[in-house]
């Protein structure tokens, strides 16, 4: 079992920047790969980023070049560092966690670009 705690989201103006957090705890030790996804309104949830516990990194192609998918092993900490954000990168974010094979999810955390 994996939990996974998310933070960071908030309201921003358009060409601002946030960070979100994602802590896991728990059997972290066979996560295989951390990503960020993200669900609007009336859409269906999409891969934002995602990182392999071999580093390896993937990002969507709406968000390369704005987006850095991180982590810090120490904390057992994954961070989305968004920038340049758009009004269409509104959204509700959720950290997913890929271990044996099955999906695990945080709560979600609202992002809003808007002014």
């Known amino acids: 079992q994996v939990q996974l705690v998310e933070s960071g989201g908030g309201l921003v103006q358009p060409g601002g920047s946030l960070r979100l957090s994602c802590a896991a705890s728990g059997s972290i030790f066979s996560i295989y790969a951390m990503g960020w996804y993200r669900q609007a309104p009336g859409k269906q949830r999409e891969l934002g980023a995602a990182?392999?516990?071999?580093?390896?990194?993937n990002y969507a192609d709406s968000v390369k070049g704005r987006f850095t998918i991180s982590r810090d092993n120490a904390k057992n900490t994954v961070y989305l560092q968004m920038n340049s954000l758009k009004p269409e990168d509104t959204a509700v974010y959720y950290c997913?966690?890929?271990?044996?094979?099955?999906?695990?999810w945080g709560q979600g955390t609202q992002v809003t670009v808007s002014s």
């Open positions: 997913n966690a890929i271990v044996g094979g099955d999906d695990y």
């Open positions: 990182i392999t516990s071999g580093g390896s990194t």
